[in-house]
Structures are given as C-alpha cells and as structure tokens.
C-alpha cells in the first residue's frame, strides 16, 4: 500500500475526508422511526444518527448510491404492529443523513436507494447504512456556500478560495450559463450541458436549507453576507 493511500485513509478516520474507496458505512442501534411516528421520537431518532457525523469535517457533493438493511427477529416482524413499515421509514432516515450537520447536501443527490429486512436470531436490532460514492466529490463543511445564478439554481463554491481564484470561477460560472442556456435552446440534452455550472452537480435553493448563498458579485468580491437559503 503506497505512503499517499495511506494517507489518505488517516484522514478518513480523522473524519478530515471520505474514503478513497468511496464506501461509507454506518449502523445505527435500535427501531427506525416512521413518517407516521410523533415529532419527537422522529427527532430523537434523527438526532442518533447524526451524532455519528459529529466528527466528519466534510459533505459527499457527488451522486450516491445508498443500502440500507434492518436486522430484526422475524417474530417480531410478522407477530407484531409495532415496528415501521420500510416505506414509511424511509423518509426520516434520508433527512438524518442531510443538511450541514449531516453526510451530504440534500436527498436529491441520490441516484439510488434499496432498502431490505433481514431476520436475526438476537434481540439486537439494528440498521445498516452502505453509501457508495466518488471519493473526490466532497467539499469541507467549514469552507462550503452555494452561489444563485439566475433562477433558483446554486451551484458549490469554495469559500477559502483565493481572491483571484474567485474572480475566475465567478467569471466561468456567468459564461458558461449563458453557453448552458445557448446550446440548451440548439437541442443539446440537459446532463450534457449541467456540468457547465461547476461542482459536481447544480442544486435547487429549495435544496440547499442552511447552507450560506452568495449572488455571483458577493461570491467574486468576497464579501459574505450570505443568506441562509
């Protein structure tokens, strides 16, 4: 194993990157909780989970594909109404894993989810969450913030950047929407030109709740009363 991999795995555990693998694991003990629960068990089961990023420094900004398995004697499963249905405890899990204090931005960075039961002989219920992603794609909490172009669209942007580095990424992001929306309107297909807005994928606003949102000038001027979308 070379000295940069290994490197890279020692900032992985210090929670400083994701793996270079681009595989996550995470299990979290106990019941999931349903859409359908009351407030405060959602968000006490919420909070459990998060407390398991308390350590990460950094947000996945790329695509993700996520497993999820529910350990649990089968007893309790068919002989009981007590535990969630999956489709009902799929909601609450996606949002324990979103948000700044979360593993990644929103849930439309999803480009999969598969979730499945599987009986135990124990009494130790629990979940397992799998995440496979581009090691790369990610962005640190601290230094990330979104910037609106025309519309409601937000792209990711740096904000410890030099100066000079954000005059040119502001300046690349107001060209290429203009050539975005050029060969958009000559029948050139969406994800063929998204990738003109820089990061690896553009947001909605309404995607990006809690993160700072700059205009193009407050991003190239570095002046940062950002909103919080």
Sequence with gaps: MSDELLEELERANRGEAPSPFGKAEFIVQGSPASVQSKKSVRDEYIKSIKEQFSKLQYLLTGEIILNVTWLLPAKQR???????????????????????????????????????????????????????????????KEELAFVQLDGALCTPVNLNWPSAAKHIWAAMLAANQKSKEILERLG??????????????????????????????????????????
């Design 78 to 140: 068919f002989e009981t109404d007590a535990k969630s249905d999956i489709d009902n405890c799929i909601k609450p899990i996606i949002d324990a894993f979103t948000g700044p204090d979360g593993l990644f931005i929103d849930d439309c960075q999803l480009r999969g989810l598969y979730i499945c039961w599987r009986h135990i002989e124990s009494g130790n219920e629990r979940l397992i969450f799998e995440f496979e992603f581009q090691g790369g794609q990610y962005s640190l």
């Design 188 to 229: 050139v297909t969406y994800p063929a030109v998204a990738g003109f807005l820089g990061g690896n994928q553009p947001f909605h606003r309404t995607r990006v709740n809690g993160f700072p949102v700059l205009s193009l000038c407050e991003f190239a001027s570095g002046k940062l009363n950002a909103t919080k979308a």
